[in-house]
Structure formats: structure tokens, C-alpha cells
């Protein structure tokens, strides 16, 4: 039966849990720990596709009680958590934050955080991890399928539930192989490319009655599925995801589900499983928010202790929010009226309401969500996510006679360079893609094979126009070139995509090859008549100084800063960026390039400043803010040095 309780899908929810809990603690226990969300979405299918199914062979399905029952079930225990965490975020997250949260509360309660938090990321976004109810993206994506599913079983004759289902089950699979590396921020948050994780789940349930007809197929794959589910997560391929381990895992699921091994009614392990899949839902709520307010608070790395000490508080949140909230609300006896909806809407307007009151209260002091807003240069298309053309947003000059051409570190230098100059300038930048003829970045993170080779296609387009545009006389290149020099850097194991004899080669990182391709990119300006000038990247040791300052003026609890003053100590700052100043010496040897360097304005032997003039530099841990790269740029003399090469 759909409503049975069965302890072998209780111990699939704690598996899926625990794996998703160790993952956002980063224990390293489970680097695929992220899976867990896939396990999630196959039994959710499963179950609530048994449920409407027995509804709708039995001729007593109602949409009003479906919907009711889900809200029941779901909303109470949701609603308190988005309302502690409104009230929470005042005192912790920093003013963008603060301002974004609305808009989560705002899709947590529509339906549609999947949708917000697409539209909340960005090259320049902050970070995902900073957001309170991240976690939400997929209890919105069950609630949009819970929304069509029983649509299509009502409304679609018996006789095509398999093949509807298979065929739809295709198309989103198809959908998410399709967009996985060209869109892959979307792939991952929209329904689209991730139902087909639940409709594995729905079409088991279809399938119940022709399953026990090939039970002896369950019977032999069951014990390698299990091992699938914890091998995966334990030791995950590195492709993208939603990819070829969440096929793998969402497979193994069903096939656990469908075979009903009375060895897991049994065992003490699954059994124990099953004991923390009864709290999964209240652990997937409570869990993430104390998470996010720690990476707010730290502006530098998190030990392990800290992250465990926010798993335990977590945990204990949880357990309340289980036993006070959850469990009563499962327990009373309710039937769906005008005054029970009508109470429901006034408490969404309720929750929505703290965070839109706070936001719109005005605080004293500067406002940093304006300060350290993103930085792209001209505008926000001038981060170029196709080949470069000149856009009329991208340039102050139908003839130009500066381009600054390089990754987001180029970007932020275009205030500056623009006020310092009365020439005309154009951008050409795309994030993380910095200005090589022949060289791109490549990573097992996002920045994948088809991203590098966008890279190329973009600086190829880029050199071009350059040929075309005889008015451009200065090319100003930039870029931290982290990306070319260091084989670990955040979250990504780096190599290079470079283009020998017209092929395309994978290669190591090195300064060797990053250097040679530099020298090959100047010289071939050099060769379209261009002046060249590369600007080093600003002083940096890793840590995020924007927030630091923002955190530290308004009283805020900071964790890892260096130094009191959010000051970059300069014998961190030396280390970090040991490869990028050995790779400029090595570039400005072989050319004679002039390098710029903010160093002699910010730094003295002990130290780089963060704060200059009254004014904040920063807005994460290296990018300018806009009064910052006005601010430079007039120190520099920068109007002089490019009149100096255009001579």
C-alpha cells in the first residue's frame, strides 16, 4: 500500500540524509554526499505516485485533499523554519544577504525558490552557500511536480500512464544530458532537467503490478545496488551533475525500493537508517540555515570543528523542530476549509512579511549592499557569456581607442580606467576566461571542456575586432591567473585547453605553458600595431576583506579574519600570489611590458590596506569596489601612463 511505512525506504531517507549532512560539513567522508537530494527525489516520486495512483483506481481521489494532505504534511514545519531564519538574519548576514533573503522567502512560500535562486546566481552573485534557505531548491521542485503529477494521472487514460511516463521521463533526462554543460546552473535548479529523478521514481510506482513479474531481475541486482549507493557518494566520478552519478544512484534507489530485501526490515543498521529517515524532513529544514550564518560570519576558511559544532546545532534544531512542530502537526485531524485557507494565507503574508520589513528599515551608516554591489565594468552584459561583439553597453566610444580585455579582474578596472582617461574605451571580459590568443582554463567544476572551449571562441572573437578596429591603440589585459598556475584552487582541480597545431590539448597547469602563451598573446597585438599594458591583480591572501569590513563597521560576528583592521598581511599576501608575480616577472622579462601593480599605493613591508581614503576596496576577497577603482586609478596616474604609451 502507498500509505504503508516501510523501514527499507525509511533507511533510504536516512542514508540520503546523513550523506547530505556529512557533505555540508565538509567532513570529506562523502565527496558525492550531494546525492543525497537524488535519493530524495526518487522516493518522492515513488511514494506520492503510489499515492494518487490507489486514489485513482479506487475512484476517491480528490485534488482539494491531495493538496491539503501535502500541505498538512509539509507546511508547518517549513513555515517555522523560514521563520526563524528571518528573524535570525538581521544578525548575521550581511546587507546583500539580508536584501536577497526576501526574495527566498518570497519562492519558498510560492513554490519557486528553484527559480529565485537561478535568477540570485552569477559570476558576480555572492555565493550560494551564503543563503539561508538554499536548501529549499528542491523541496520546490517536489512541490511543482506534486502540482502536475496528479494531472497527468487523472487526466491521461490508464492505458498511456507507461508510456507517458516513459516518454516524459526521456525528454527531461534528454533536456538535462542536452543543457548539463551549456547551462549548467539551470540544469541543476529547474524542474525540466531534474524530473526525470522523480519520474524514475513514478514510473517503479506504475510499474508496481509487472515488477513482481521481474522480481527475479531485483533479486540479482539488488546487493550491487546498495553498493552503488554508498560507492558513488563515497567516490563520485568528478563529471557534472545532475549527471552520470545521479543515473547511477537514482537507479540503484529504485532498484532498492522495488525489490523489498526483508533484510533491511531487519538489519540494525537499517534499521537505525530508518529511525533518522523518520526525522529526514525536519534535518533537511533545519540543518542548512546554521550552515549558512557560519559561512556568512567566516571570511576566511572554516575548521572542521566548526563545521561539526554547526552540524550538532543543526541536528538539535531539528529534533525540535520534529518533536514540537512535525509531529503534532502529522497528528491533527483536519479536513480542508475556507478559514483553513484563509488562515494558511495569512501566515505565508506573516513570514514574508519579517524579512520585507527589515529590508525596507532603513539602517544606519553606509550602505555596503550598494558599496560592494557587483563590479562588471560598464554594465552586467559586459560579462559576456557568447563571443565578443562591441555593445553599445560596452564601450563609451563608437571609436574607441582603449580596450580592456580579461576576466572579472579586468572588468573591475573599467570605472577607473574609464575616469582616468577622456579616451574611449570598450570591454571585452568574460569571467574566469582571461586574455589568452591560445589558452583557456579548464576544470572539473563547473568549468568544464565545453566552457574552455567558449573561452577560446571568445578570445578568438576578441582578437578579430581588434584587427578590425584600427582606433584601438592600448590594450589593457588583466587577470589573477590563479586559474593557469594552480592545479588546486577553491573547489577546482585545474588543467589547461590549449590550441597546438590547430588541435585542441588538455594539458597540466604550469607557468611555463601559461608564460609562453602570454608572450605569444602580446606579440600577436603587438603585430596588429596595439600598445599593451598588463595590470596585476589587487593585493590579496584569500580571505574575504569586503565582508570583513562590512561585518566588523556594523558589529558583526567575524570568523578568520588575519588582523583586526581586515588588513592583508603582506607576508600572506606574498604567499598567495607567489605563481601570479613569478609568472608577471616571467612575462615582463621576455616582453618589456609594463606591468601595473597597486602595491605601492596599498601596501607597506608589513602590510595592504582594505580601506583607503574612507573608502571600502573591496567587495569580496579581490575584486575593487567602483569607488575603489576610481579611487586607484587617480593615485596611479593612470590618465598619464596611457598617454605615455599612446606617444
Known amino acids: 500500500m502507498a500509505s504503508e511505512i516501510r523501514t527499507d525506504i525509511q533507511a533510504l531517507r536516512g542514508l540520503a540524509i546523513v550523506l547530505v549532512l556529512l557533505y555540508h560539513a565538509e567532513t570529506g567522508l562523502f565527496p558525492g554526499g550531494f546525492l543525497g537530494v537524488d535519493i530524495f527525489f526518487v522516493i518522492s516520486g515513488f511514494l506520492i505516485t503510489g499515492l494518487v495512483k490507489k486514489g485513482v483506481e479506487s475512484g476517491n481521489f480528490r485534488f482539494s485533499d491531495f493538496y491539503f494532505r501535502r500541505a498538512k504534511r509539509l507546511l508547518p514545519a517549513a513555515y517555522v523554519t523560514f521563520f526563524a531564519s528571518a528573524l535570525a538574519a538581521p544578525f548575521v548576514l550581511n546587507a546583500q544577504e539580508s536584501q536577497d533573503l526576501t526574495e527566498q522567502v518570497f519562492g519558498a512560500l510560492s513554490f519557486t525558490a528553484n527559480v529565485v535562486l537561478l535568477f540570485q546566481s552569477g559570476y558576480f552573485s555572492s555565493a550560494a552557500e551564503l543563503k539561508p534557505l538554499l536548501h529549499v531548491w528542491s523541496l520546490s521542485i517536489e512541490e511543482q511536480y506534486y502540482l502536475l503529477l496528479p494531472a497527468f494521472l487523472v487526466f491521461v487514460p490508464r492505458k498511456y500512464w507507461i508510456s507517458g511516463s516513459i516518454a516524459l521521463l526521456l525528454t527531461s533526462l534528454g533536456l538535462c544530458l542536452a543543457l548539463l554543460t551549456v547551462k ?26 509487472q515488477a513482481q513479474r521481474i522480481s527475479r531481475m531485483f533479486v540479482v541486482m539488488f546487493w550491487p545496488a546498495v553498493v552503488m549507493l554508498l560507492w558513488v557518494p563515497l567516490a563520485p566520478t568528478g563529471l557534472p551533475h545532475p549527471g552520470l552519478d545521479a543515473i547511477l544512484v537514482c537507479l540503484a534507489t529504485v532498484i532498492v525500493i522495488l525489490r523489498r530485501h526483508p533484510f533491511l526490515d531487519t538489519s540494525k543498521v537499517s534499521r537505525a537508517l530508518a529511525r533518522v529517515g523518520d526525522v529526514s524532513y525536519s534535518l533537511y529544514l533545519a540543518h542548512w540555515p546554521p550552515f549558512a550564518f557560519l559561512k556568512n560570519a567566516a571570511v576566511g576558511p572554516i575548521t572542521l570543528w ?78 559576456f557569456e557568447t563571443n565578443f561583439t562591441p555593445r553599445a ?43 589568452f590568443a591560445n589558452l583557456a582554463p579548464l576544470s572539473n567544476v563547473y568549468y568544464l571542456r565545453p566552457w574552455a572551449e567558449a573561452c577560446l571562441d ?9 584587427q578590425q578596429t584600427p582606433s584601438i591603440k592600448t590594450v589593457v589585459l588583466s587577470s589573477p591567473f590563479h586559474q593557469y598556475l594552480r592545479k588546486e584552487y577553491g573547489k577546482h582541480h585545474w588543467r589547461s585547453l590549449s590550441i597546438v597545431d590547430e588541435t585542441l590539448v588538455e594539458q597540466n597547469v604550469s607557468e611555463e605553458l601559461a608564460a609562453t602563451a602570454m608572450v605569444t598573446t602580446i606579440r600577436q597585438l603587438r603585430t596588429l600595431g596595439k600598445n599593451v599594458l598588463l595590470v596585476a591583480p589587487p593585493p590579496s591572501s584569500g580571505f574575504n576583506t569586503g565582508a570583513c569590513l562590512e561585518r566588523k563597521a556594523q558589529g558583526k560576528l567575524v570568523i578568520g579574519a588575519p588582523t583586526g583592521d581586515c588588513s592583508i598581511p603582506q607576508a600572506d599576501y606574498q604567499r598567495f600570489f607567489a605563481l601570479t608575480q613569478a609568472f608577471l616577472r616571467r612575462v615582463q622579462k621576455e616582453t618589456g611590458i609594463r606591468v601595473i601593480s597597486f602595491d605601492s599605493v596599498l601596501c607597506d613591508s608589513m602590510r595592504c590596506v582594505t580601506r583607503l581614503d574612507g573608502k571600502l576596496l573591496y567587495v569580496d576577497s579581490g575584486h575593487l569596489t567602483h569607488d575603489a577603482s576610481l579611487l586607484l586609478f587617480q593615485k596611479l596616474g593612470f590618465g598619464e601612463i596611457l598617454n605615455k604609451e599612446l606617444q
Open 306 to 383: 566548526e563545521n561539526l559544532a554547526t552540524l550538532a546545532l543543526g541536528i538539535v534544531l531539528a529534533l525540535l523542530l520534529y518533536r514540537y512542530v512535525e509531529l503534532p502537526s502529522r497528528r491533527l485531524q483536519l479536513r480542508p476549509t475556507r478559514r483553513l485557507l484563509l488562515a494558511g494565507v495569512a501566515t505565508s503574508l506573516g513570514v514574508l512579511g519579517i524579512p520585507v520589513v527589515i529590508a525596507s528599515t532603513s539602517v544606519a551608516g553606509p550602505d555596503y549592499a550598494y558599496i560592494r554591489r557587483s563590479n562588471d565594468g560598464f554594465a552586467a552584459v559586459c560579462a
Open 393 to 435: 553597453e560596452c564601450r563609451n566610444s563608437n571609436q574607441p581607442t582603449v580596450m580592456v580585455w580579461g576576466d572579472s579582474y579586468a572588468m573591475h578596472l573599467v570605472p577607473g580606467i574609464v575616469a582616468s582617461t577622456n579616451k574611449g574605451v570598450v570591454q571585452a571580459t568574460r569571467g574566469n576566461c582571461g586574455p
Open 458 to 466: 571568445f578570445n578568438r572573437s576578441v582578437l578579430d575586432y581588434l
Open 184 to 209: 549548467p546552473i539551470a540544469t541543476f535548479y529547474l524542474l525540466p532537467m531534474r524530473g526525470w529523478e522523480l519520474g524514475i521514481g513514478s514510473l517503479a510506482a506504475i510499474l508496481t503490478a
